[in-house]
């Protein structure tokens, strides 16, 4: 079974300063997919960035973007020009393809950061 | 365009009462989520259905069922709730033939159980 580990429960950074989000993952499987998502306290599930397995460039969305290291089996989150709005949990998570023997999709969490913006 | 809608949001019960956690999306997705999820931890994953009229298993599924009534709806249900069930409990849903499509969320529903 995979499992996924945040080893940061809870990280800081000033406004306009970036910071980056530790995420290690284990498993045996050679294609997958990695995401990290964002719950502001509203509680919503917000998806911030998605990493194909077999893509060897590092995702990136506007001030959100990735270290991944498929050796390692690490996925990092960095957040560049921090804003207040950032301030949530940040969830990473693993997702077996289904023809690796993975099924139907399911996401295993980690057990999540909480990121303050400091203004 | 509502995605994925959870009801009820809050719900108060006492040890032993039954309830129906309801899910409804209305993106023609095809397999649909139960998780929950406990202070300090991540999502769970309960039950969940690949396609309409099937169900599995998840990572913690005893004292919970759940149905896939149709193609939008999938609900769960506590037969006689216990304190360790209270959490909160999200319902997400995934469709469309890239296997780069993500779960959408619903807001979740907060659950205490006295």
New interface residues.
């Given amino acids: 079974a995979q499992t996924v580990t945040q080893s940061q429960p809870e990280m800081s950074v000033q406004e306009a300063e970036t910071v980056t989000l530790s995420c290690t993952y284990d498993t045996s499987e050679s294609d997958y997919y990695l995401f990290w998502y964002k719950q502001p306290p509203s509680r919503q599930m917000i998806l911030v960035i998605r990493q194909e397995a077999y893509k060897q460039q590092n995702a990136t969305e506007n001030r959100f973007s990735v270290n991944f290291q498929k050796a390692a089996k690490s996925f990092s989150l960095k957040i560049s020009d921090s804003q207040l709005g950032d301030a949530a949990m940040y969830f990473c998570a693993y997702r077996s393809e289904p023809y690796s023997g993975g099924s139907n999709y399911k996401l295993t969490f980690g057990k999540g950061t909480l990121l303050t913006v400091n203004p | 365009n509502a995605g994925v809608t959870q009801t009820p949001k809050f719900q108060v019960l006492k040890t032993g009462q039954s309830m129906t956690l309801q899910c409804a999306q209305d993106m023609n997705h095809n397999?649909m989520?139960w998780y929950r999820q406990d202070p300090?931890?991540?999502?769970?994953?309960i039950y969940?259905s690949?396609s309409e009229g099937t169900t599995?298993k998840?990572e913690v599924p005893n004292g919970y069922n759940v149905s896939r009534l149709n193609k939008r709806e999938f609900s769960l249900r506590l037969e006689s709730a216990a304190p360790s069930q209270t959490s909160?409990y999200?319902c997400?849903s995934?469709g469309g033939n890239l296997?780069?499509q993500?779960?959408h969320?619903g807001?979740?529903t907060?659950l205490s159980i006295l």
């Avoid at chain 2, 300090?40 to 994953?45: A, C, E, K, P």
């Fill in positions: 397999s989520y300090g931890m991540g999502l769970r994953l969940y690949a599995d998840g909160v999200f997400a995934r296997s780069n993500p779960q969320f807001d979740g907060r």
